[in-house]
């Protein structure tokens, strides 16, 4: 099925972008009787299938469940409550629960995404699949149009407000006025190869690994299913990698003393992600918002992604329900420097996971031992490691009281 009901020529809130983001604002706000369109300009078998992230944050699981999206979560996820760390043949783990009191979820976006369209679809909610957004115009008046393509054919929607929740390569960041819009960037040098894998899991949570041949994370999505990376250089052409040449190498990453085994199996998907940092400010302009990967990008060293989105659209929709419940827009006013706060949390988490557990081709043996220290000292340190826990189980997240 590539759409739900008929789309209006006229919403209250357009949302670009039927990925986290999207779906998730349009969850939120359809619940509490805000007017919605999402327009997707992909089919709908591909953003269910488009493998990405694994771990929902606790604030994340506690958006899902507060607002009867969690049935699929409670089903299929499985809690975690820590992390391994694996460096010089040494295993440590990271206990979240001990030190923060919270845990994590593992539940793949994938997963995320179907819930949320067969939400949106059983609501009878507006979605357009393979409707591509072309334009957005008149954002800084009181009814901002959307020009966009379903089925070769050229339509307009106006609304109220616009949220462009269409990911790094979408429209609305564009759109956004070159006066006074800031970017920030930073590009590794070097990207993760991932692999889906129908093997059981070797480990009951997730291993990060530190290692000489570069970094490797084990993770999962069912008892049955891994999700594996190991850090490639930038160029990496996937042909090079075949599947024998990936078990060994992540075999050597994660080696440790004793008797633990990588168990191997078939691959069934490949692929390489790109590292970068990436944050837009500001997350508005007139009556046009940016949510998610439209505005920021993290390395998925701390599992950040995905959570961010689903922390943005949040604060945005209830921003959105106050301002149409009451008439106050304070929220809506103070979203996008509410929001950065919190981007710029997990843009450090991030940005500091990934340069402690990786090896760059520029580092030195002093960088080395650097790297060996600070992973010794969250062994060794509950102020060090409490600061990883609270940073990889997400800060809390505001009240939901206007969402439930
Ligand atoms: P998304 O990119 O998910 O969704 C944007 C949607 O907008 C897409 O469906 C796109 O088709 C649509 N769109 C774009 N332009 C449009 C237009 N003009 N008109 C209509 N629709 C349009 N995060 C983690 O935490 N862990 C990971 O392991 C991880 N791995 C990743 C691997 C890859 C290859 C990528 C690209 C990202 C990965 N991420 C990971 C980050 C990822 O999960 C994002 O944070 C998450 O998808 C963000 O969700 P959205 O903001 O909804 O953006
Ligand atoms: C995943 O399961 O895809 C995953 C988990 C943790 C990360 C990144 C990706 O940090």
């Known amino acids: 099925m590539n759409q739900s009901a008929p789309v209006p ?58 607002t009867g999206a969690a049935a699929g979560m ?32 593992v539940y793949a976006q994938t997963e995320v995404v179907k819930d949320l369209i067969a939400l949106r679809l059983a609501a009878d909610a507006p979605l357009a699949f393979e409707a591509e957004a072309l334009d957005i115009s008149g954002i800084e008046g009181e009814s901002p149009q959307i020009t966009y393509k379903h089925c070769g054919v050229e339509h307009t929607l106006t609304a109220e407000y616009v949220v462009a929740c269409d990911g790094f390569h979408g429209v609305g960041r564009r759109v956004m006025p070159e006066a006074g819009k800031r970017t920030f960037e930073r590009v590794y040098p070097f990207s993760w190869l991932g692999v889906l894998a129908d093997v059981a899991p070797s480990c009951d949570e997730l291993i990060y690994a530190h290692s000489p041949e570069g970094f490797a994370l084990h993770s999962m999505r069912s008892p049955k ?14 042909a090079e990698w075949s599947d024998d040449r990936i078990w ?27 590292m970068r940092s990436f944050v837009t400010e500001p997350m508005r302009h007139g009556q046009l918002f940016l949510a998610g990967d439209a505005a920021h990008i993290v390395p998925p060293t701390g599992a950040k992604g995905l959570n961010l989105a689903a922390a943005d659209v949040t604060l945005l929709a209830a921003a959105l329900v106050r301002r149409y419940t009451s008439g106050d827009t304070s929220d809506l006013d103070t979203y996008s420097t509410r929001a950065l706060r919190r981007i710029w949390r997990a ?21 080395h031992r650097l790297q060996i220290s600070q992973l010794r000292h969250l062994t060794e340190s509950k102020s060090a490691a409490t600061s990883l826990a609270e940073n990889y189980t997400g800060l809390p997240l505001p009240t939901l009281t206007l969402l439930t």
């Open 9 to 66: 020529a006229r919403t209250q809130v357009a949302i670009i972008g039927a990925g986290p983001a999207g779906l998730l604002l349009g969850h939120l706000l359809h619940r509490k009787g805000v007017d919605t369109v999402v327009l997707e300009n992909r089919d709908r078998a591909y953003v269910e299938r488009r493998q990405r992230a694994g771990i929902l944050e606790q604030g994340t699981v506690d958006v899902l469940r507060a």
């Open 74 to 105: 409670d089903a299929r996820g499985l809690r975690h409550d820590g992390i391994e760390l694996r460096f010089e043949g040494e295993s440590h783990r990271i206990d979240f629960p001990a030190l923060t009191g919270r845990s994590v979820m």
């Open 225 to 238: 299913v891994s999700r594996l990376y190991l850090q490639v250089p930038p160029d990496t052409d996937l």
């Open 248 to 274: 060994n190498s992540l075999a050597r990453r994660f080696a440790i003393d004793g008797d633990w085994k990588l168990e191997t199996g078939p691959i069934t998907e490949k692929g390489i992600t790109p």
């Open 347 to 367: 843009e450090h988490f991030s940005y500091a996971m990934t340069s402690m557990l990786h090896t760059s081709p520029t580092d030195d043996a002093f960088d």
